[in-house]
């Protein structure tokens, strides 16, 4: 009677949780900053939405200015159609050519350091990897446009040479932006973003190497039969992440990098609708351009989401 009593009483959700916050009372308040700032910062924002629904003007607030419903999109889509499609596809080229170059860089510096075996050298070439993370945007820009300037130091090692005998005027010429775009990001990143492998890559069962190594595997082989199939949960992840924001390109790099010049292959959806949004005072549009982008990020993670399920058993949730 006794056991059955005791199979019959459960605890209640709310008595688990009480249990829970009781317990772990320490991780709870530790967490109580980062809800707050991803509540006050990203959802209660979200309030403003509607403005992409409306004629928005400040003078008359979000409640008083008049619902226009899919006018803004209309607008976007049809009537701004030429820049339209340049943005979009110059925002998602730029990523396409970050995820093909630039994702799989850390990763494979991470597995580059792994094979060093002397640690000072190693600690050495971790943290002067890890530094130009540190350097600011504008800062990286500036050393950008003075090294690729027509009198910079990129074209007089070039001239030196006897590769051009003009120089090239990288920071104007539309066919450059994007590779100095990505390329920065890959020498800026790099370092920081081993971090996370290196880590995935010390949890590995030592025993898998020994074992390799009794059946005749290089240090290669290793990498390629051990490391790799290990670290391979984290590089899912790491890249569900990165495709989230497929259609977000950093706002301020490009800002300080192009001009009308680049406009052709520079031009993304962020910058314009600042241009739109800020300087021409049409926060509507604004909001609905910001508003489409942001549920094609979410459908992206989703439906990756969903592939990388099913083809390695590692997902989000």
Aim: zero cysteines.
């Amino acid at each position: 009677m006794e056991k059955t009593a005791a199979k019959a009483y459960q605890p209640s959700r709310w008595q688990e949780l009480k249990k829970d916050l009781i317990r772990n009372k320490s991780l709870y308040i530790m967490l109580i900053p980062v809800v707050a700032y991803y509540f006050i910062f990203h959802y209660i924002p979200m309030y403003g939405l509607q403005i992409a629904f409306k004629d928005f003007t400040p003078a008359k607030g979000i409640w008083g200015s008049p619902w226009v419903g899919l006018e803004k999109f209309k607008e976007f889509f049809v009537y701004d159609s030429f820049y339209v499609w340049r943005i979009i596809r110059n925002t998602i080229l730029i990523n396409v050519y970050d995820l093909i170059f630039g994702f799989p860089a850390p990763i494979i510096f991470a597995l580059l350091l792994n094979e060093i075996k002397n640690s000072i050298y190693k600690r050495t070439l971790q943290t002067v990897s890890y530094m130009p993370h540190f350097i600011s945007t504008v800062v990286i820009v500036g050393m950008i446009m003075d090294f690729f300037s027509r009198d910079g130091l990129i074209n007089q090692i070039l001239k030196s040479l006897g590769i051009l005998s003009e120089p090239i005027s990288f920071m104007t010429e539309p066919g450059w932006f994007r590779p100095l775009y990505v390329g920065s990001g890959i020498w800026q990143n790099l370092g920081w973003g081993s971090i996370v492998y290196l880590a995935a890559i010390s949890n590995i069962d030592p025993q898998l190497y020994e074992a390799a190594l009794i059946d005749g595997a290089g240090r290669f082989r290793q990498a390629l039969y051990v490391t790799i199939p290990g670290i391979l949960p984290t590089i899912v992840i790491m890249f569900l992440l990165r495709v989230g924001h497929m259609m977000n390109v950093g706002f301020e790099k490009v800002f300080l990098m192009y001009n009308p010049l680049t406009y052709e292959t520079a031009d993304v959806i962020s910058t314009y609708v600042y241009r739109k949004g800020l300087l021409e005072m049409d926060y509507s549009y604004g909001a609905a351009v910001g508003l489409f982008n942001s549920v094609i990020n979410f459908l992206l993670v989703i439906f990756s989401n969903k592939i990388a399920k099913k083809l390695t058993e590692t997902s989000l949730w």
